[in-house]
């Protein structure tokens, strides 16, 4: 009789559940009763798969994937003194990475309140005592944003001056600078960390570390016998999904991985690497008397100064790498920390000039293959200047695929046969993730740009850590900067730097000559 008391009680608990929520979804549904009585079934059917889902997610062991919860504060130890070489927009958000935001923003950000992120930052008591730039413009920016008093984290400025260099070299000869950031075009990135390690500093250079094969060597055989931390520009191993997509993999839910595919699509001129007019359509500031033209062409081909090739000096071969420089660079950071896929033993990549007619020599549509046969892997990599539809960047497994970006969805395979039996019940389906996470759910933030946009969705802008938006750039350079004081290997070490650089030259070595080359990995060398 009490078993059956208890079971009547059990049945009227959980028929008091079904009630309430019955009579919940019935008030809603007032006035529409056959529409009503037909939602309430949906509803009831949609609770149950999502039981069993959530059941069979546990099983996986991943139904809590940890996130970080809280920013841990920067390593204690003394004021890094850090020089800034060129100071354009990129300059700008590593600035404020570091924890300098210009007056004018700082006040304007206070007015919109969008200043609780960034005073959220760790404090990494650093000084911008340096600023190297070849536009006067840019340079009286550098200063003011330098000598800004407010910081974020609880920090307090070091009162210490701040200085424009006329040349790097200087810089570099001035022992009163600890570290360098180098956020210069592409072509000078080589030469200037080079030169850097030799003289001490340590280096956070923005991607690509190399242009050419001869730097890209030099680079790295120098900074390896130099005892510098060097950090490569690439952030996205601090976004907290891109940690939780590592534990995914880890734990195996996608099987055998053979193939990723990677892509950019941008449909804009901006996102197409023409900048040098304002929104009215005139030229932007600059010209011989503001600008040192030849410090910025450096050891390039001299040519007349032009606004073009100031401002949009992506388009051109001395100076870039194009979309496999810019964009790949990313994407091949992202996978190559999630897999340590290293160096692929050949590359294919075709291309042309199909939609911006103009005088750029890099292509607007590109398609790189790259084979890793002993890792029984093929990375691929299309992109596009003439579109804006998000292609993604996909992980796929034979029991499961991964789209990673700024969110994660995991879908499982029509055909797993790990999966087979859940499939089979219906318990998961291969038209819709078994597994969503979207930090950013449910949170619109002032991303207005099309290639802030684009950033965002690739996971490269921001991320979540407990409540709070946290520029992942910060936590990049916070990873650097506690390397200098505590040792360690930041994620962007020199390594993983060279393995980019050699891919991407790859990719570029079989675009110009039109046919697969290979790596020789016993002779280092691209054939």
Known sequence: MEHQNKKNQNNES??????????????GLA???VAGIFSYELFKKVSYENQNKSSFLKELDLENISAPAALEPAKNGDLIRVGMIGFGERAVALAKALGFLHPENTARRIKMGYLDDWLAQADLNVAITGICEVFDQRAQEGLEIAASEFRPGGGQPSGLPVKRYASYKEMLADKDIDAVVIATPDHHHARISIEAAKAGKHVYCEKSPAIREDELFELYETVKSSGIVYQLGHQISKNAVFQQARDIIQKNI???ITLIETTTNRNTASGAWIRHLDKDGNPKPGDTGSIDWDQWLGDRPKVPFSIDRFYNWTKWFDYDLGMLGQLFT??????NQLLHVGIPKTAMTSGGLYYWKDNREIPDLLHSVFEYPEKDLTLIYSACLASSRNRGRVIMGNDASMELGGSLQVTVDHDSNRFSEQLKKGVISP???????????????????????????????????????????????????????????????????FEEGVTILMAQKSYLEERKVEWDAVNRKII
């Open 14 to 27: 959980k028929g008091g559940e079904h009630k309430l929520n019955r009579r919940s979804v019935l008030k």
């Open 31 to 33: 006035g529409l009763p």
């Open 254 to 256: 996608l099987g055998k």
């Open 330 to 335: 990313h994407e091949f950071d992202a996978i």
């Open 431 to 497: 038209s819709e993730p078994m597994l969503s996470i979207n930090p950013n759910s449910g949170r619109v933030d002032a991303v207005t740009s099309a290639t802030a946009k684009y950033y965002e969705q690739r996971g490269l802008s921001t991320t979540r850590i407990g409540d709070i938006k946290m520029d992942v750039t910060h936590l990049h350079m916070k990873e650097w900067i506690d390397c200098i004081r505590g040792g360690g290997t930041p994620a962007g070490n020199i390594e993983r730097a």
